[in-house]
Nanobody, 112 residues
């Protein structure tokens, strides 16, 4: 019903920046909450950002001030801008719609 495809992952040096994208399609008109999660090997999946249809955003303290979530409604695309990346933030980054629909993820590797 809802399809999500992430892109933009890659290798970046510690302290660098990267923007990942999520293209959404299907029955998305009723989705009010969109989010980014990350999952590193051996660690629990972690919420890193979410945004409502009204534009309200929220972030955990670990990324606040460095990460920015945004949407381009005309393109049905969700973005996550990541600045000042740390090596421990190496993970697969996933977008989610209402925590019910997930993409396959895009891998981000931060080199120290």
């Amino acid at each position: 019903q809802v399809q999500l495809v992430e892109s933009g992952g890659g290798l970046v040096q510690a302290g660098g920046s990267l923007r990942v994208s999520c293209a959404a399609s299907g029955s998305i008109s009723r989705i009010n909450v969109w989010a980014w999660y990350r999952h590193a090997p051996g660690k629990q999946r972690e919420l890193v950002a979410h945004i409502t249809s009204g534009g309200l955003t929220d972030y955990p303290d670990s990324v606040k001030g460095r990460f920015t979530i945004s949407r381009d409604n005309a393109k049905n695309t969700l973005y996550l801008q990541m600045n000042s990346l740390k090596a421990e933030e190496t993970a697969v980054y996933y977008c989610a719609a209402r925590a019910s629909y997930w993409g396959q993820g895009t891998r981000v590797t931060v080199s120290s």
